[in-house]
């Protein structure tokens, strides 16, 4: 299909998509009646309440995701580790006799680190922790050594335009929140570029850090020059920020083996409870299979990908089958922007109107808090009282705003989305860094997450309405 | 001098001393006298607090320190970082005016890191951050390839005693206590060469972890066979347990290039404000200057050290004297075992009925909570009362069993020892690991440390009576 043919169709579906998602307002009455459905699941949520947290269930999706990290390591887009991992999960939803276990082929990003390294030359000889970040150029086989600049923010790069030419910048950004500081680590390079820098250097995005380098995805921007960047720890760029201020020169070496691959193939890996009455209509549970290439991920996404998979074991286990299909979908090339997803959609759209509502756990299986849930109040009313069913574990809030790189996609079409809000208080501490091990999980919060998220994905699969959008 | 001459006149001194140190108690009414003269230095005490935390010298022991370890890095024993660091205390210390500026030569050992790593070849390949341990010999060039046998204890060590022959011991135990824990990372080595292992590596003794392997120094038992020996973070000795527990083959490279070299010359850095009225007799304040050869060495003694140097530096800016003199002491060779205080009290011990106090900060200079004192019930009621000075800051709490591996000899032969005491709870996250630098420290928390620290080493040393023994 040519792309302008392509872009009228896609326009023609968005057009029939919103008219259907606008129609699907329900009467007061009818929410009324959907509200006393839910309070009728009580039983059956603490049936899989008391499954997850004390019965024979209990642990098993810690045990299980300690299984896979500890077999598989590290699965960063591209890797044979990622194509291990989807085979090893293929086998395992088998072995675990879900229906329908199949894996789905897209194409996603394939950098590879290589050997990398840096090394404060003056004033002293100093080794800096670094990690590349994903996406970038490699340097020289010499690496590059230039003096440094040290800047706080792009204002203060912009302002010192003239002094960056030809130095490496060194960003030393408090760290703010996530979602408002990563801009350093997502455009660093590209700015440092358009004022002449020859590397960029980024204070990792973490908000307490034990000279814990972190990784994460980077984009140039489009005409700039590629220049080779990389992240610092909190600790090193706080000391070229001394050095500077007291008007040390500071000269730095960095040596990248960087190199990005062709494309590679992968797969979205899928597994259902096939719903009884409306099959074809949709709740999908998911996180994302492929991680960062340190630590195991086993917090970024290992977690929600196992408390995922433990959803339908719990419900299989407990002899239940809901109207609607529990799809599982684990994701693959997130961390490169939802890679996966995005064909995923792209290749399911065409269902939309039979999609009920997106789940994606992607932020910790840290103890647990609520759900978030993006969607219409009458939906969100629904929502609200589904959570009240957890009442036996006492966690029972619903908040705004579902989040999930992966789920992005539907939920911008109107699709209800929902994520799983835990206490992330400590989660940019392991964020991409080799500290995104096992070490951080906890069975007992993983238990109560599992509980919470198969709740909630069951009892939405199982009403006699979809969620009105 | 014969050693058995030695030991002769050795025994003499310590009846001498015993007779001394006994002879010290003192009426209830000579206490209740010093107890009102303690009462008579609120003001002082008031402008010496103003001074350190909202006066002209806020900040100056953080600014300083940080000067410091961004100059010169860590200094382990024996290296040329600490020969500098000596250098620039000796000309800091002279150029801060304070009396009698000196160094007393010690010898020191000197151990060398060298190039070290280890990899778990079996199951699969995984890079292990590791830190080999201070004293600990090498392997040979092409490393040491061995299974793996993973332990929890000692206990379980020897009852797993034939398993362990020819293999490397992974130990895995818990962090119950620094204290309690430690013994793992000492004499680890030595207990798994015992039962013919070919290396050990240890769970770092850390509370927590980002992956962060902690070196520290181990002793080989003599007549042991020494192995060679390097922690490993928690995360992978959780790792290695987890594989183990469920039958999994392990097998692990380790490579260490490690060298003992003879001892090296090295100083204890002392300067002094000299006593007006008994200058012979000495309050001692103090912290170690070397460090690991990890991360900056700032918490670790750095801090300890500078507020020490703060506590000389606020008592001239005053115009303050003393009574007695305030004895600067910045040890060398601590983490080999107190090896420059060691030392350093054969050589003054003869003094020791003139030494009133022994003050070390060696734990971190994180946010005051007191001071730990050991010494007896009447100079514990005097201490006490000089801790209600500290009520502007509302640190006033006197705490038992003073802690100092240098001070430690002096104490042990019953002079009195304070040491600080403040908020530790992370101070064995960053204790010798890469994340000992600047970003733990906080000025406003070093300001509170030496403001109490000066006020107790200036009252002590002021009082017109000795504290009892």
Known sequence: MKPSVRTSVLMLYVLLICVEISSQNISPRKLEQIKAEVAGYKD?????????????????????????????????SGSDNLQNAIKYMYK????????????????????????ESAMMVQPRRKNLAILGLGGSVGTPAEGITAEVIVVSSFDELHRRAEEAKGKIVVYNQPFVSYGETVQYRSRGASEAAKV??????????????????HTGWQYYENGVQKIPTACITVEDAELMARLASRGVKIVVNLYMGAVQHPDADSFNTVAEIVGSKYPEQVVIVSGHLDSWDVGQ????????????????????????????????VLWTGEEQGGVGASQYYDMHKKDISNMDLVMEADSGTF???GMQFSGRPQARA?????????????????????????????MEAGVPGASLLDDISKYFWFHHSEGDTMTVQNPIWMNLCAAIWTVVAYVVADLEEMLPR
Chains 1, 2 share one sequence.
């Open 367 to 369: 103890m647990p808090l």
């Open 92 to 115: 395992a939803l088998q072995d675990d006799k879900l229906q329908n276990v199949s894996v789905e082929a897209v194409k996603i990003p394939h950098w590879e680190r290589g050997k």
């Open 297 to 328: 991920g086993a917090m970024d996404d290992g977690g929600g990908a196992f408390i995922s998979w433990e959803a339908l074991s719990l419900i299989k286990d407990l002899g239940l089958r809901p109207k609607r299909t529990i799809r599982l």
């Open 382 to 410: 629904i929502m609200s009282d589904i959570m009240q069913l957890m009442e036996p574990i006492n966690i029972t809030k619903l908040y705004d705003n579902a989040d999930g790189t992966d789920i992005s996609f539907w």
């Open 44 to 76: 059956i949520a603490k049936s899989i309440i008391n499954h997850a947290v004390y019965g024979s269930a209990q642990n098993r999706s810690y045990e299980r995701l300690a299984l896979f990290v500890d077999t598989i390591g590290n699965r960063i």
């Open 196 to 213: 002449g820098a020859v590397a960029s250097l980024i204070r990792s995005i973490a908000s307490f850090s034990i000279n814990s380098p």
